[in-house]
């Protein structure tokens, strides 16, 4: 449910002669700061004068301005000082605007009773622009309540009001709150008219902060339309005035939470939801406060924190019960709901708590919640053996396919083919996953940035995990594959928007380069970087949030592909697509224009056996230890390399050969897997891909001309001992080659060179971020060559070989989404990659590199070449470059 954005401010409009007090008044919702110290210099030349009118007045506009400064205890204490001065003078028109003063503070402070009685006695005193306002504050206070229709009525009877008196800055706060809520009924378009309107009028009077509210708002009318990046880009604006401004926008953190949870950085919206929450508590924003509490609920819930949520949401329902919003206790009950339901709970008790939210949330008008509950009744119908009533609980929760934020038209779409399964209808079921998964393929294309795409697919867990047991279930291997496909790595099938000439972005990641250095510099000199670094902190969230603003350009995603059409790319290659189900692992192979299904190991045992494999390579490749440990780290190895290949590639054997090239698409931790240190790879070319079909449509370009005809470019790195033997040895290879080292190895200057290289060769330090994998980079003479700098490119090389530690790796989110150098790489259509997933040490790496070339040169394709090079080489760092893309 939307909500009202800030109680109103009562204004009264200086006469010709207005005094100093009547001034400050006025001026508090522009200038409170300005508007205090005037109040307070009222006051004092109105208590010497004895003036009660003034004084009256003069308090009026200290308790505004305390109020705008959300000083709320201050701002109740002198508004009532306000209220009880003019009784005594018996000024009934000042009495009167100190009540409706103080009916705005108390609805802040938590107390709808309180100000709805406050505006209830100050009516008779009121007349033109001053009743119009007391309109616009009941109608807050209706809005509050969830008494929708009544305060719409309001709004409607203030306007004309306050417009025949030429209040354009109530007009705007009036237009304000109307559009949050229309936004709340759906009528998107009804809220983006009122708050334009708004635009002009605070941009006509120069009013900064009203101006920041509206763009605030327009964010989350943007966000409720799906139209992510337009929202975050509003949010963005009105978050650059605040900051300049000094001010903590705590009802914009919760506005930022409500927008980017449905987009899936969940992390990041909790943090926005627990901030808000901390600054309200600290104002005494109590209404703003209950409903902040309700937002980290959710956040708790979608982060797998159920008590979080739990305990949030019965903190914010009894906020709302005290406060006597039965609208909103009503909300806060659905997110106790879903808590219970996330935990497990599986009642009947539960399920009649789930009808009677339904029932009420609809009673009040909230469509979106009251079409969650449902969902959540199906379900809980279904596990209790209650086809039937699973049935009508969806029919009545239909329309939740239709409209509606995308992850709630996702989870219908998994409900109803739920229901279609109990009835024995598993072609029905399918359907209902796909058109969940179609509905989300569209949501993904809306957006521009590859973090946004790549979150999207959490949303598809339940529908492709659902597509996947009936395929597994059937022994189907043709619809095995395609459940992944639809699933698996879908943002990489996108290529990142970016507009052509973003100086902002740019500006950005050249400032984060600087600082990167004097990071660098300052550690190795031993000087305090702690500033540098929280610089630099602010400089990634600034370039994150400016990538998430493009728009996608992209209507959905194209079919997966079949075993027919990956028949004719494969030739005598095998194909290996691996899936994870219930913790257990199963392969699809594709070979001989077939689809066959195996079953695998377990994946909790190969991420075990991953874990020590990849440690065991680190340590024999750089030499650690003594010549007993270094022996018992290769016994390590080889226990470690022959599980992984009994539990991966044992079931496979009589399918895979002994021999012929394959093709691998792994799945979670297994994309850091080194493939070729398993006996049963050793020697053989293997390619690995994030998909089947990024795989194909890699394998189906058009193959760049031998090295000889083709643009090679070749880039030295700082700081790496080896690197430049390497390079020049290189350079000899392929003298027509564009050769960048030294200061001349710049970030703009190296990716001017790889866009649209034919073949380009990196030997640079190599760093892969864990904690955001778009930041992952290569050391250049100027700072980190990131994820952020290669979606630039307008395209990328098609042979890329990075001579750099941990290049190869790449964050895996939900879907096998990959983020990192890599897949940034494939996103922008690049064929091969050569890189490595585990650390290697220079002088060997080296040797591996030339001996690489030797064999590109020769004519071998990637994938054998780099097979070719590693035979009879040091086998710990053979084993740690993998062969990306097409092989």
């Given at each position: 449910m939307a909500r009202a954005r800030s109680a109103p401010i009562p204004l009264t409009h200086?006469?010709?002669?207005?005094?100093?007090?009547?001034?400050?008044?006025?001026?508090?919702?522009?200038?409170?700061?300005?508007?205090?110290?005037?109040?307070?210099?009222?006051?004092?030349?109105?208590?010497?004068?004895?003036?009660?009118?003034?004084?009256?007045?003069?308090?009026?506009?200290?308790?505004?301005?305390?109020?705008?400064?959300?000083?709320?205890?201050?701002?109740?204490?002198?508004?009532?000082?306000?209220?009880?001065?003019?009784?005594?003078?018996?000024?009934?028109?000042?009495?009167?605007?100190?009540?409706?003063?103080?009916?705005?503070?108390?609805?802040?402070?938590?107390?709808?009773?309180?100000?709805?009685?406050?505006?209830?006695?100050?009516?008779?005193?009121?007349?033109?622009?001053?009743?119009?306002?007391?309109?616009?504050?009941?109608?807050?206070?209706?809005?509050?309540?969830?008494?929708?229709?009544?305060?719409?009525?309001?709004?409607?009877?203030?306007?004309?009001?306050?417009?025949?008196?030429?209040?354009?800055?109530?007009?705007?706060?009036?237009?304000?709150?109307?559009?949050?809520?229309?936004?709340?009924?759906?009528?998107?378009a009804a809220a983006d008219a009122d708050l334009r309107r708004v635009e002009q009028l605070s941009s006509a009077m120069g009013l900064g902060r009203t101006m920041a509210i509206t763009r605030q708002n327009l964010g989350f009318v943007a966000a409720l339309r799906g139209d992510l990046p337009a929202a975050l880009a509003w949010f963005d604006r009105a978050d650059a005035w605040f900051g300049a401004n000094g001010i903590v926008d705590a009802v914009g953190l919760r506005d930022r939470c409500e927008a980017l949870l449905p987009a899936g950085l969940v992390m990041e919206a909790r943090s926005a939801a627990e901030e808000a929450v901390r600054h309200l508590a600290a104002e005494g924003r109590a209404s703003s406060l209950a409903e902040a509490r309700l937002l980290l609920s959710e956040a708790a819930l979608r982060d797998g924190d159920p008590v979080t949520g739990r305990v949030e949401a019965e903190r914010a329902r009894r906020a709302f019960a005290r406060q006597r919003r039965p609208v909103w206790v009503a909300i806060a009950r659905h997110a106790e709901l879903r808590a219970a339901w996330l935990s497990g709970e599986r009642s009947p008790a539960l399920r009649a708590s789930a009808r009677r939210v339904a029932a009420a949330l609809a009673a009040a008008g909230c469509v979106v919640p009251a079409l969650d509950a449902r969902l959540i009744a199906a379900h809980l119908a279904l596990e209790l053996g209650r086809p039937e009533e699973a049935r009508g609980e969806l029919a009545s929760a239909a329309r939740a396919r239709r409209r509606g934020p995308v992850d709630l038209r996702s989870r219908a779409w998994h409900a109803e083919a739920l229901v279609r399964l109990a009835a024995g209808n598993r072609r029905g079921a399918a359907s209902a996953l796909r058109a969940g998964m179609r509905v989300?393929?569209?949501?993904?294309?809306?957006?521009?940035?590859?973090?946004?795409?790549?979150?999207?697919?959490?949303?598809?867990?339940?529908?492709?995990?659902?597509?996947?047991?009936?395929?597994?279930?059937?022994?189907?291997?043709?619809?095995?594959?395609?459940?992944?496909?639809?699933?698996?790595?879908?943002?990489?099938?996108?290529?990142?928007?970016?507009?052509?000439?973003?100086?902002?972005?740019?500006?950005?990641?050249?400032?984060?380069?600087?600082?990167?250095?004097?990071?660098?510099?300052?550690?190795?000199?031993?000087?305090?970087?702690?500033?540098?670094?929280?610089?630099?902190?602010?400089?990634?969230?600034?370039?994150?949030?400016?990538?998430?603003?493009?728009?996608?350009?992209?209507?959905?995603?194209?079919?997966?592909?079949?075993?027919?059409?990956?028949?004719?790319?494969?030739?005598?290659?095998?194909?290996?697509?691996?899936?994870?189900?219930?913790?257990?692992?199963?392969?699809?192979?594709?070979?001989?224009?077939?689809?066959?299904?195996?079953?695998?190991?377990?994946?909790?045992?190969?991420?075990?056996?991953?874990?020590g494999l990849r440690f065991g390579l680190r340590r024999l490749a750089f030499g650690h230890g003594s010549p007993a440990s270094r022996k018992a780290a290769a016994a390590a190895v080889a226990h470690a390399a022959s599980r992984l290949d009994h539990l991966l590639l044992g079931p496979l054997r009589t399918r895979l050969g002994g021999e012929g090239p394959l093709v691998l698409v792994p799945t979670g931790a297994l994309h850091a897997l080194p493939w070729s240190a398993l006996p049963s790879l050793a020697g053989r070319p293997v390619s690995v891909a994030p998909s089947a079909a990024l795989w194909r449509r890699a394998a189906t370009m058009l193959p760049a001309a031998k090295p000889a005809g083709r643009r090679v470019v070749i880039v030295e790195g700082p700081g790496l001992p080896g690197a430049t033997g390497e390079v020049t040895a290189l350079a000899g290879h392929y003298p027509q080659a564009i050769c960048l080292a030294g200061p001349g190895a710049t970030v703009a200057a190296v990716a001017g060179a790889l866009d649209g290289a034919g073949l380009a060769h990196v030997a640079a330090h190599g760093a892969f971020r864990v904690d955001n994998p778009l930041f992952s980079s290569l050391q250049l003479a100027d700072g980190p060559l990131t994820v952020y700098d290669l979606e630039g490119l307008g395209r990328a090389p098609q042979l890329l070989v990075l001579s750099a530690c941990d290049s190869g790796l790449s964050g895996v989110r939900p879907g096998d989404e990959l983020m990192g150098l890599a897949g940034a790489l494939f996103a922008l259509g690049m064929r091969t990659l050569i890189a490595s997933v585990v650390p290697v040490p220079d002088t060997a790496t080296t040797e591996l590199m030339l001996a690489l070339h030797e064999a590109l040169k020769a004519g071998l394709a990637p994938a054998n070449a780099l097979a070719q090079a590693g035979s009879g080489r040091d086998a710990a760092v053979s084993a740690s470059f993998v062969c990306f893309g097409a092989g």
């Open positions: 200086p006469r010709a002669s207005a005094g100093p007090a009547e001034q400050a008044v006025t001026l508090a919702p522009i200038d409170p700061e300005r508007a205090r110290a005037l109040g307070l210099e009222a006051r004092r030349q109105a208590r010497a004068e004895r003036d009660a009118e003034a004084l009256s007045t003069a308090e009026l506009a200290i308790g505004s301005a305390a109020k705008e400064r959300n000083d709320l205890p201050a701002a109740l204490r002198h508004l009532r000082q306000a209220l009880q001065v003019a009784d005594r003078a018996g000024l009934p028109l000042h009495a009167a605007r100190a009540r409706l003063a103080l009916a705005s503070a108390l609805l802040i402070y938590g107390d709808p009773t309180g100000a709805m009685r406050e505006t209830e006695r100050a009516e008779p005193g009121l007349r033109g622009g001053d009743l119009g306002r007391l309109y616009a504050q009941r109608a807050v206070i209706l809005h509050v309540q969830g008494r929708l229709d009544e305060a719409l009525e309001l709004y409607r009877r203030a306007l004309p009001i306050l417009r025949r008196a030429g209040d354009g800055l109530y007009e705007s706060k009036v237009l304000n709150n109307r559009a949050m809520l229309h936004s709340s009924r759906g009528a998107l989300l393929d569209r949501f993904r294309g809306a957006l521009g940035a590859t973090e946004l795409r790549a979150h999207v697919s959490a949303h598809a867990a339940d529908l492709a995990l659902l597509g996947l047991r009936l395929a597994v279930e059937d022994r189907r291997a043709d619809r095995v594959l395609a459940w992944a496909e639809r699933w698996r790595a879908s943002a990489l099938q996108l290529r990142p928007v970016r507009p052509p000439d973003d100086s902002v972005l740019e500006a950005g990641l050249a400032e984060l380069r600087q600082v990167t250095n004097q990071i660098e510099q300052g550690v190795l000199t031993g000087r305090d970087v702690a500033s540098l670094q929280r610089r630099q902190v602010a400089l990634e969230q600034a370039v994150q949030r400016r990538a998430r603003h493009v728009a996608g350009d992209a209507y959905g995603l194209p079919p997966p592909p079949g075993v027919a059409e990956l028949a004719a790319p494969l030739g005598e290659r095998a194909l290996v697509e691996m899936v994870e189900l219930d913790g257990r692992l199963h392969a699809v192979v594709v070979a001989g224009g077939r689809a066959s299904l195996h079953r695998l190991g377990g994946l909790e045992e190969a991420t075990g056996e991953l874990a």
